[in-house]
Protein backbone atom coordinates (compact mmCIF):
# COMPACT_ATOMS: atom_id res chain seq x y z
CA UNK A 1 0.00 0.00 0.00
CA UNK A 2 1.28 3.44 -1.20
CA UNK A 3 0.34 5.94 1.61
CA UNK A 4 0.59 8.84 -0.86
CA UNK A 5 -2.09 7.43 -3.11
CA UNK A 6 -4.70 6.96 -0.53
CA UNK A 7 -7.18 8.85 -1.45
CA UNK A 8 -8.11 11.42 1.89
CA UNK A 9 -11.94 11.49 1.09
CA UNK A 10 -12.44 7.51 1.48
CA UNK A 11 -8.86 5.89 1.59
CA UNK A 12 -9.44 4.13 -0.75
CA UNK A 13 -5.61 3.64 -3.32
CA UNK A 14 -5.71 4.96 -6.20
CA UNK A 15 -3.04 4.61 -8.98
CA UNK A 16 -2.04 7.77 -8.95
CA UNK A 17 -2.16 10.36 -5.74
CA UNK A 18 -3.66 13.58 -8.27
CA UNK A 19 -5.94 11.81 -10.26
CA UNK A 20 -9.86 11.91 -9.04
CA UNK A 21 -10.98 8.47 -6.85
CA UNK A 22 -12.36 6.03 -9.18
CA UNK A 23 -14.08 4.81 -5.77
CA UNK A 24 -15.87 8.04 -4.39
CA UNK A 25 -15.38 10.51 -7.11
CA UNK A 26 -13.08 13.18 -5.00
CA UNK A 27 -11.02 15.64 -6.79
CA UNK A 28 -8.09 16.13 -4.26
CA UNK A 29 -7.56 19.50 -5.80
CA UNK A 30 -10.78 20.96 -4.90
CA UNK A 31 -10.02 19.82 -1.15
CA UNK A 32 -10.94 23.18 0.91
CA UNK A 33 -9.45 22.25 4.79
CA UNK A 34 -11.07 24.70 7.57
CA UNK A 35 -7.99 26.13 9.57
CA UNK A 36 -9.14 24.26 12.88
CA UNK A 37 -8.92 21.07 11.21
CA UNK A 38 -6.01 18.50 11.18
CA UNK A 39 -4.21 18.26 7.83
CA UNK A 40 -4.35 15.21 5.76
CA UNK A 41 -2.03 12.53 6.03
CA UNK A 42 -1.06 13.97 9.45
CA UNK A 43 -0.26 10.65 11.73
CA UNK A 44 -1.68 10.41 15.37
CA UNK A 45 -0.13 7.90 17.63
CA UNK A 46 2.23 6.68 15.33
CA UNK A 47 0.16 4.88 13.30
CA UNK A 48 -3.46 6.12 12.63
CA UNK A 49 -3.21 8.12 9.31
CA UNK A 50 -5.75 10.90 8.59
CA UNK A 51 -7.61 11.56 5.68
CA UNK A 52 -10.53 14.39 5.53
CA UNK A 53 -12.99 14.93 7.81
CA UNK A 54 -16.33 13.46 7.64
CA UNK A 55 -18.14 14.99 10.54
CA UNK A 56 -18.46 17.64 13.06
CA UNK A 57 -20.46 18.78 16.15
CA UNK A 58 -20.42 20.95 18.97
CA UNK A 59 -17.76 18.64 20.60
CA UNK A 60 -15.45 16.77 18.59
CA UNK A 61 -14.39 16.61 14.56
CA UNK A 62 -14.48 13.02 13.24
CA UNK A 63 -11.82 12.12 10.30
CA UNK A 64 -11.81 9.74 8.15
CA UNK A 65 -8.52 7.48 8.89
CA UNK A 66 -6.72 4.31 7.80
CA UNK A 67 -4.96 1.96 10.67
CA UNK A 68 -1.45 1.65 9.05
CA UNK A 69 -0.83 -1.72 10.97
CA UNK A 70 -3.84 -3.28 10.04
CA UNK A 71 -4.26 -1.37 6.87
CA UNK A 72 -7.86 -1.04 7.76
CA UNK A 73 -9.98 1.89 7.81
CA UNK A 74 -10.85 3.64 10.58
CA UNK A 75 -13.07 6.89 12.06
CA UNK A 76 -10.50 8.76 14.42
CA UNK A 77 -12.69 11.50 16.77
CA UNK A 78 -11.09 14.16 18.29
CA UNK A 79 -12.17 16.08 21.39
CA UNK A 80 -12.61 20.02 20.12
CA UNK A 81 -15.39 21.45 22.18
CA UNK A 82 -16.71 24.58 19.85
CA UNK A 83 -16.94 27.36 22.23
CA UNK A 84 -14.36 26.29 24.52
CA UNK A 85 -10.92 25.34 22.23
CA UNK A 86 -8.95 26.14 18.91
CA UNK A 87 -6.53 25.75 17.29
CA UNK A 88 -4.40 27.63 14.16
CA UNK A 89 -3.12 24.67 12.22
CA UNK A 90 -0.34 26.98 10.41
CA UNK A 91 1.06 27.54 14.01
CA UNK A 92 0.25 23.94 16.20
CA UNK A 93 -1.18 20.95 15.76
CA UNK A 94 -2.10 21.58 19.51
CA UNK A 95 -5.68 22.47 21.29
CA UNK A 96 -5.68 25.16 23.54
CA UNK A 97 -9.03 26.69 25.18
CA UNK A 98 -9.72 29.96 24.40
CA UNK A 99 -9.07 31.36 28.20
CA UNK A 100 -7.52 31.11 31.81
CA UNK A 101 -11.37 30.88 32.81
CA UNK A 102 -12.22 27.74 30.38
CA UNK A 103 -9.25 26.04 31.45
CA UNK A 104 -10.54 23.91 33.96
CA UNK A 105 -13.24 23.13 31.84
CA UNK A 106 -11.76 22.05 29.13
CA UNK A 107 -9.54 19.87 30.98
CA UNK A 108 -12.60 18.54 32.33
CA UNK A 109 -14.05 17.34 29.65
CA UNK A 110 -11.44 15.95 27.99
CA UNK A 111 -10.97 13.50 30.97
CA UNK A 112 -14.48 12.49 30.66
CA UNK A 113 -14.23 11.85 26.89
CA UNK A 114 -11.48 9.64 27.43
CA UNK A 115 -13.21 7.84 30.43
CA UNK A 116 -16.60 7.48 28.38
CA UNK A 117 -14.61 6.04 25.55
CA UNK A 118 -13.43 3.23 28.09
CA UNK A 119 -17.03 2.45 28.74
CA UNK A 120 -17.95 2.36 25.53
CA UNK A 121 -15.38 -0.06 24.54
CA UNK A 122 -17.36 -2.29 27.07
CA UNK A 123 -20.38 -2.26 24.67
CA UNK A 124 -18.67 -3.51 21.78
CA UNK A 125 -20.88 -6.47 21.68
CA UNK A 126 -24.16 -4.30 21.16
CA UNK A 127 -24.59 -4.22 17.40
CA UNK A 128 -26.17 -1.14 17.22
CA UNK A 129 -23.17 1.00 19.15
CA UNK A 130 -20.32 2.18 16.97
CA UNK A 131 -17.29 -0.08 18.35
CA UNK A 132 -14.34 1.66 19.73
CA UNK A 133 -10.91 0.16 18.93
CA UNK A 134 -8.82 3.14 20.69
CA UNK A 135 -8.54 5.97 22.23
CA UNK A 136 -4.83 7.89 23.58
CA UNK A 137 -4.24 11.82 24.30
CA UNK A 138 -1.84 13.93 21.72
CA UNK A 139 -2.02 17.87 20.39
CA UNK A 140 -3.38 18.58 23.80
CA UNK A 141 -6.49 16.96 23.23
CA UNK A 142 -8.31 13.33 23.33
CA UNK A 143 -8.63 11.05 21.03
CA UNK A 144 -11.47 7.97 20.43
CA UNK A 145 -10.70 5.41 17.52
CA UNK A 146 -13.86 3.81 16.20
CA UNK A 147 -15.08 1.22 13.34
CA UNK A 148 -15.61 3.18 9.79
CA UNK A 149 -19.29 2.85 9.36
CA UNK A 150 -19.75 3.07 5.06
CA UNK A 151 -23.18 4.17 4.98
CA UNK A 152 -25.11 7.46 4.76
CA UNK A 153 -26.44 9.17 8.15
CA UNK A 154 -30.51 8.93 8.31
CA UNK A 155 -30.73 12.37 7.80
CA UNK A 156 -29.49 12.09 4.06
CA UNK A 157 -31.47 8.72 3.83
CA UNK A 158 -34.48 10.57 4.65
CA UNK A 159 -33.06 13.50 2.10
CA UNK A 160 -33.29 10.47 -0.52
CA UNK A 161 -36.38 9.65 -0.06
CA UNK A 162 -38.62 12.30 0.13
CA UNK A 163 -38.07 13.50 3.52
CA UNK A 164 -40.05 10.92 5.67
CA UNK A 165 -40.43 6.91 5.99
CA UNK A 166 -43.20 5.25 6.45
CA UNK A 167 -44.40 4.11 10.36
CA UNK A 168 -43.72 0.72 9.78
CA UNK A 169 -40.42 1.34 8.56
CA UNK A 170 -39.91 3.51 11.06
CA UNK A 171 -40.62 1.63 14.13
CA UNK A 172 -39.12 -1.49 12.55
CA UNK A 173 -35.52 0.40 12.35
CA UNK A 174 -35.45 1.77 15.18
CA UNK A 175 -36.53 -1.50 17.64
CA UNK A 176 -33.26 -2.58 18.01
CA UNK A 177 -32.16 0.71 18.78
CA UNK A 178 -34.25 1.53 21.66
CA UNK A 179 -32.63 -2.46 22.63
CA UNK A 180 -28.94 -0.90 22.64
CA UNK A 181 -29.71 2.42 24.26
CA UNK A 182 -31.40 0.34 26.97
CA UNK A 183 -28.52 -1.59 27.65
CA UNK A 184 -26.16 1.35 27.34
CA UNK A 185 -28.26 3.61 30.28
CA UNK A 186 -27.62 0.40 32.73
CA UNK A 187 -24.06 1.59 32.66
CA UNK A 188 -24.94 5.29 33.61
CA UNK A 189 -24.49 6.41 30.22
CA UNK A 190 -26.41 9.10 28.41
CA UNK A 191 -25.66 9.67 24.92
CA UNK A 192 -27.31 12.80 24.68
CA UNK A 193 -27.51 14.23 21.44
CA UNK A 194 -29.29 11.76 19.38
CA UNK A 195 -31.02 13.08 16.04
CA UNK A 196 -31.19 11.97 12.18
CA UNK A 197 -27.11 13.34 12.15
CA UNK A 198 -26.07 10.56 14.19
CA UNK A 199 -27.90 7.65 13.22
CA UNK A 200 -26.46 5.61 10.27
CA UNK A 201 -27.45 3.59 7.83
CA UNK A 202 -24.70 0.62 6.70
CA UNK A 203 -24.94 -0.44 3.68
CA UNK A 204 -25.78 -4.35 4.81
CA UNK A 205 -28.78 -3.28 6.75
CA UNK A 206 -27.23 -2.50 9.99
CA UNK A 207 -28.00 0.26 11.90
CA UNK A 208 -25.25 2.11 13.81
CA UNK A 209 -25.58 5.10 16.34
CA UNK A 210 -22.48 7.58 16.50
CA UNK A 211 -21.20 10.24 18.89
CA UNK A 212 -22.30 8.78 21.64
CA UNK A 213 -21.66 10.58 25.13
CA UNK A 214 -21.65 14.00 22.91
CA UNK A 215 -22.94 16.59 24.87
CA UNK A 216 -21.46 16.27 28.27
CA UNK A 217 -22.25 17.46 31.48
CA UNK A 218 -19.00 19.94 31.85
CA UNK A 219 -20.54 21.91 28.98
CA UNK A 220 -24.30 22.32 30.58
CA UNK A 221 -22.15 24.38 34.06
CA UNK A 222 -20.73 27.04 32.17
CA UNK A 223 -23.75 28.36 30.63
CA UNK A 224 -21.59 29.40 27.48
CA UNK A 225 -22.44 29.12 24.17
CA UNK A 226 -24.62 26.21 24.38
CA UNK A 227 -27.07 27.13 21.47
CA UNK A 228 -24.11 26.06 19.29
CA UNK A 229 -23.85 22.76 20.83
CA UNK A 230 -27.40 21.52 21.09
CA UNK A 231 -29.69 20.67 18.06
CA UNK A 232 -32.98 22.11 18.21
CA UNK A 233 -35.94 20.15 17.81
CA UNK A 234 -34.11 16.77 19.15
CA UNK A 235 -33.49 18.40 22.60
CA UNK A 236 -34.98 18.22 25.83
CA UNK A 237 -35.27 21.48 27.81
CA UNK A 238 -33.30 20.48 31.11
CA UNK A 239 -30.11 20.39 28.71
CA UNK A 240 -31.09 23.98 27.77
CA UNK A 241 -30.67 24.51 31.53
CA UNK A 242 -27.06 24.53 33.55
CA UNK A 243 -28.66 22.79 36.21
CA UNK A 244 -30.87 20.70 34.36
CA UNK A 245 -32.02 16.72 35.48
CA UNK A 246 -30.38 14.51 32.73
CA UNK A 247 -31.13 11.13 32.53
CA UNK A 248 -32.18 8.13 30.15
CA UNK A 249 -35.35 10.51 29.89
CA UNK A 250 -33.34 12.47 27.93
CA UNK A 251 -32.72 10.38 25.31
CA UNK A 252 -36.12 8.93 25.29
CA UNK A 253 -37.07 12.41 24.43
CA UNK A 254 -34.07 12.85 21.66
CA UNK A 255 -34.94 9.03 20.14
CA UNK A 256 -38.95 10.49 20.66
CA UNK A 257 -38.45 13.61 18.43
CA UNK A 258 -36.23 11.65 16.03
CA UNK A 259 -38.91 8.60 15.13
CA UNK A 260 -41.18 11.95 14.84
CA UNK A 261 -39.18 13.73 12.34
CA UNK A 262 -38.92 10.12 10.09
CA UNK A 263 -42.65 9.83 10.54
CA UNK A 264 -43.94 12.89 10.06
CA UNK A 265 -41.34 14.79 7.73
CA UNK A 266 -41.38 17.64 9.66
CA UNK A 267 -38.29 18.74 12.54
CA UNK A 268 -40.34 19.04 16.30
CA UNK A 269 -40.47 22.47 17.39
CA UNK A 270 -37.57 23.35 20.04
CA UNK A 271 -38.81 22.06 23.58
CA UNK A 272 -38.51 25.44 25.06
CA UNK A 273 -40.77 27.05 22.62
CA UNK A 274 -43.28 24.43 23.71
CA UNK A 275 -42.73 25.29 27.09
CA UNK A 276 -43.87 28.57 26.46
CA UNK A 277 -46.88 27.74 23.79
CA UNK A 278 -47.27 23.92 23.05
CA UNK A 279 -47.52 23.82 19.12
CA UNK A 280 -46.40 20.41 18.77
CA UNK A 281 -49.24 18.96 16.00
CA UNK A 282 -50.01 15.79 16.65
CA UNK A 283 -48.22 12.52 14.32
CA UNK A 284 -51.71 11.10 13.59
CA UNK A 285 -52.75 14.72 12.02
CA UNK A 286 -49.27 14.47 9.90
CA UNK A 287 -49.06 10.63 9.31
CA UNK A 288 -52.33 8.54 9.38
CA UNK A 289 -50.52 5.64 8.56
CA UNK A 290 -49.27 5.65 12.56
CA UNK A 291 -50.86 2.94 15.03
CA UNK A 292 -52.41 5.47 17.70
CA UNK A 293 -50.75 3.36 20.21
CA UNK A 294 -47.36 4.35 18.42
CA UNK A 295 -48.30 8.09 18.26
CA UNK A 296 -49.16 8.10 21.97
CA UNK A 297 -46.21 7.03 22.98
CA UNK A 298 -44.08 8.93 21.13
CA UNK A 299 -45.95 12.12 22.21
CA UNK A 300 -45.73 11.03 25.16
CA UNK A 301 -42.29 10.82 24.87
CA UNK A 302 -41.34 14.27 24.01
CA UNK A 303 -43.00 15.86 26.71
CA UNK A 304 -41.80 18.69 27.56
CA UNK A 305 -41.64 18.21 31.57
CA UNK A 306 -39.42 15.29 32.57
CA UNK A 307 -41.65 13.24 34.77
CA UNK A 308 -44.09 13.05 32.51
CA UNK A 309 -41.81 11.05 29.82
CA UNK A 310 -41.14 7.49 30.04
CA UNK A 311 -38.64 7.24 31.98
CA UNK A 312 -36.51 4.78 30.59
CA UNK A 313 -36.04 2.86 27.16
CA UNK A 314 -37.37 0.01 28.46
CA UNK A 315 -40.94 2.14 29.09
CA UNK A 316 -40.73 3.49 25.72
CA UNK A 317 -40.05 -0.40 24.13
CA UNK A 318 -43.09 -1.63 25.73
CA UNK A 319 -45.26 1.05 24.72
CA UNK A 320 -44.53 0.85 21.39
CA UNK A 321 -43.88 -2.56 20.97
CA UNK A 322 -45.85 -4.49 23.63
CA UNK A 323 -49.19 -2.85 23.39
CA UNK A 324 -52.14 -4.67 22.37
CA UNK A 325 -53.26 -1.66 20.15
CA UNK A 326 -49.94 -2.24 18.18
CA UNK A 327 -50.06 -4.59 15.21
CA UNK A 328 -48.07 -2.92 12.94
CA UNK A 329 -44.66 -4.66 13.62
CA UNK A 330 -44.56 -8.44 12.66
CA UNK A 331 -43.82 -10.39 16.54
CA UNK A 332 -40.66 -11.68 17.13
CA UNK A 333 -41.54 -15.48 16.76
CA UNK A 334 -44.99 -15.48 14.76
CA UNK A 335 -47.35 -18.71 14.94
CA UNK A 336 -47.20 -21.04 11.97
CA UNK A 337 -48.91 -20.55 9.13
CA UNK A 338 -51.23 -24.03 9.16
CA UNK A 339 -52.34 -22.51 12.28
CA UNK A 340 -55.14 -20.24 11.89
CA UNK A 341 -55.15 -17.02 13.98
CA UNK A 342 -57.51 -16.55 16.63
CA UNK A 343 -58.21 -12.73 15.27
CA UNK A 344 -58.78 -14.13 12.13
CA UNK A 345 -61.06 -16.93 12.67
CA UNK A 346 -63.42 -14.02 15.00
CA UNK A 347 -63.67 -11.70 11.84
CA UNK A 348 -65.17 -14.54 9.83
CA UNK A 349 -67.59 -15.25 12.82
CA UNK A 350 -68.54 -11.77 13.44
CA UNK A 351 -68.59 -11.24 9.70
CA UNK A 352 -71.41 -14.30 9.74
CA UNK A 353 -73.36 -13.64 12.28
CA UNK A 354 -73.45 -9.52 10.35
CA UNK A 355 -75.14 -11.44 8.16
CA UNK A 356 -77.60 -14.02 9.51
CA UNK A 357 -78.92 -10.59 11.31
CA UNK A 358 -79.17 -8.87 8.36
CA UNK A 359 -81.08 -11.79 6.80
CA UNK A 360 -83.21 -11.95 10.49
CA UNK A 361 -83.61 -7.96 9.53
CA UNK A 362 -85.01 -8.67 5.96
CA UNK A 363 -87.45 -11.66 6.72
CA UNK A 364 -88.83 -9.11 9.73
CA UNK A 365 -89.48 -6.15 7.48
CA UNK A 366 -91.37 -8.16 5.30
CA UNK A 367 -93.32 -9.34 7.47
CA UNK A 368 -94.41 -5.97 9.02
CA UNK A 369 -95.07 -5.01 5.87
CA UNK A 370 -97.32 -7.98 4.84
CA UNK A 371 -99.61 -7.28 8.04
CA UNK A 372 -99.71 -3.63 7.47
CA UNK A 373 -100.87 -4.58 3.60
CA UNK A 374 -103.66 -7.14 5.30
CA UNK A 375 -104.61 -4.38 7.93
CA UNK A 376 -105.33 -2.14 4.94
CA UNK A 377 -107.64 -4.61 2.85
CA UNK A 378 -109.04 -5.82 5.82
CA UNK A 379 -110.49 -1.97 6.38
CA UNK A 380 -111.33 -1.11 2.87
CA UNK A 381 -113.40 -4.20 2.96
CA UNK A 382 -115.44 -3.03 5.60
CA UNK A 383 -116.07 0.47 4.22
CA UNK A 384 -116.97 -1.39 1.13
CA UNK A 385 -119.45 -3.61 2.60
CA UNK A 386 -120.78 -0.49 4.45
CA UNK A 387 -121.50 1.52 1.49
CA UNK A 388 -123.40 -1.34 -0.42
CA UNK A 389 -125.63 -1.62 2.32
CA UNK A 390 -126.56 1.89 2.96
CA UNK A 391 -126.67 1.99 -1.20
CA UNK A 392 -129.50 -0.99 -1.42
CA UNK A 393 -131.67 0.41 2.40
CA UNK A 394 -131.84 3.47 -0.17
CA UNK A 395 -133.19 1.75 -2.53
CA UNK A 396 -135.38 -0.40 -1.02
CA UNK A 397 -137.01 3.21 0.78
CA UNK A 398 -137.41 4.70 -2.62
CA UNK A 399 -139.26 1.69 -4.24
CA UNK A 400 -141.26 1.65 -0.95
CA UNK A 401 -142.26 5.21 -1.45
CA UNK A 402 -142.69 4.96 -5.17
CA UNK A 403 -145.53 2.64 -4.88
CA UNK A 404 -147.33 4.10 -2.00
CA UNK A 405 -147.57 7.62 -3.74
CA UNK A 406 -150.57 8.73 -5.93
CA UNK A 407 -149.18 11.56 -7.70
CA UNK A 408 -146.82 9.21 -9.53
CA UNK A 409 -149.20 6.75 -10.27
CA UNK A 410 -151.69 9.19 -12.09
CA UNK A 411 -149.16 10.84 -14.14
CA UNK A 412 -147.69 7.14 -15.09
CA UNK A 413 -151.45 6.44 -15.79
CA UNK A 414 -151.82 9.90 -17.71
CA UNK A 415 -148.81 9.31 -20.31
CA UNK A 416 -150.01 5.96 -20.98
CA UNK A 417 -153.47 7.31 -22.07
CA UNK A 418 -152.04 9.63 -24.27
CA UNK A 419 -150.11 7.26 -25.84
CA UNK A 420 -152.98 5.50 -26.90
CA UNK A 421 -155.13 8.92 -27.84
CA UNK A 422 -151.84 9.48 -30.31
CA UNK A 423 -152.02 6.42 -31.93
CA UNK A 424 -155.13 6.61 -32.59
CA UNK A 425 -155.03 9.64 -34.51
CA UNK A 426 -152.28 8.15 -36.85
Known sequence: MKIENLCIHCMQEKNNASEICTFCGFDPKTAEIPPYHLQPFSILAGKYLLGMAIGEGGFGITYIGMDLNLEMRVAIKEYYPNGCATRNRSESNTVIS?????????????????????????????????????????????????????GITLKS????????????????????????????????????????????????????????????????STGKSMSIMLKPGYTPE???????????????????????RCITGTIPPESLERAYHENLQPVRELASDCPPAAAYAIEKGMSIHTEDRFQSMQELYSALYES??????????????????????????????????????VILILCILVIIFMWVMYLTQDQTISINISAQNETSDFIENYNESPEITVAADTA????EEDMNII
Open 98 to 150: YSSSMHDIFEEGREKFINEARLLAKCNNLPEIVSVKDFFKENHTAYIVMEYID
Open 157 to 220: YLKQNGGKLSAQKTLQMMQPVIHSLAKVHDMNLIHRDISPDNIMLCKDGSIKILDFGGARDYIF
Open 238 to 260: EQYRTHGNQGPWTDVYALCATMY
Open 324 to 361: ENFTEIPKPAPKPASVPSESGNTKKKKSKKKKKYRGLK
Open 416 to 419: EVDT
